[in-house]
């Protein structure tokens, strides 16, 4: 018993002697701030800023901002082609000396209007490109046997097209063509022609604002006539 008493008592003193040397580590918490900046990991990289740093860091890059170039201006608005019409010819003389002011040499021009009466009926081979290439149908359809054609050499849309006739009817248009389609001819077509008009308008070409608004101001002493865009 005495043994184990003594024993007792010395593992006691043994256990308060490596608790008062620390070899079992520290059961106290440090809260004051020398002991706490002691226990911080690389403190010596760490540096306080002063106000002035600090809100530097937070204001935006005014400078950055500030050196960024300005945005271009939108270029002024431009009106590639612009029509007025249709005018009858007293009309056209009148409005012509009107804007006549603006001097818009070559970018003024005029067109007569299409008539919307038919006058007859016409059996075409539509164009063929090129006069050598008007040529070489046309002596294709000497092969078939036809020679009954006329090869449209002036300026219109349906330059170096071939007519293979032209008649005051539509049936007889249609009759002309089966027969055509009978001798081999299967490109063919009909069109109606129209009779010419008596009325004209005029294009008006690359204007800017200034003077776009110049015209439609002439345009409003002919309320009878529209403004409108082309191509």
Known sequence: MLKFVFWLLAGVNLLVLAIGQGYLGSFRTETREPA???????????????????????????AEEAAKPAAAPAPPPSYACTEV??????????????????DLGDRQSRRNVAGQ???????????????????????????LGVTNYFIMNESSPLR?????G????????QSQLASLNKQGVHSARVAPRYSASKQFAYQFRDLD?????RLEKIKTQFPEQELRSCK
């Open 36 to 62: 706490r900046l002691k226990n911080q990991l690389q403190a010596n990289k760490l540096s306080l800023l002063t106000q002035e740093q600090a809100t530097a860091s937070a204001a935006p890059p005014a």
């Open 85 to 102: 019409g249709n005018f009858l010819l007293a009309d056209g003389r009148r409005f012509e000396a009107q804007v006549a002011a603006l």
């Open 117 to 143: 009466d038919i006058s007859s009926y016409m059996v075409y081979i539509p164009p063929q490109g090129s006069k050598e290439g008007a040529d070489r149908k046309a002596g294709e359809l000497k092969q």
């Open 160 to 164: 170096w097209g071939i007519s293979l």
């Open 166 to 173: 032209v008649f005051k009817s539509e049936t007889s248009a």
């Open 209 to 213: 604002a200034a003077t776009r608004a």
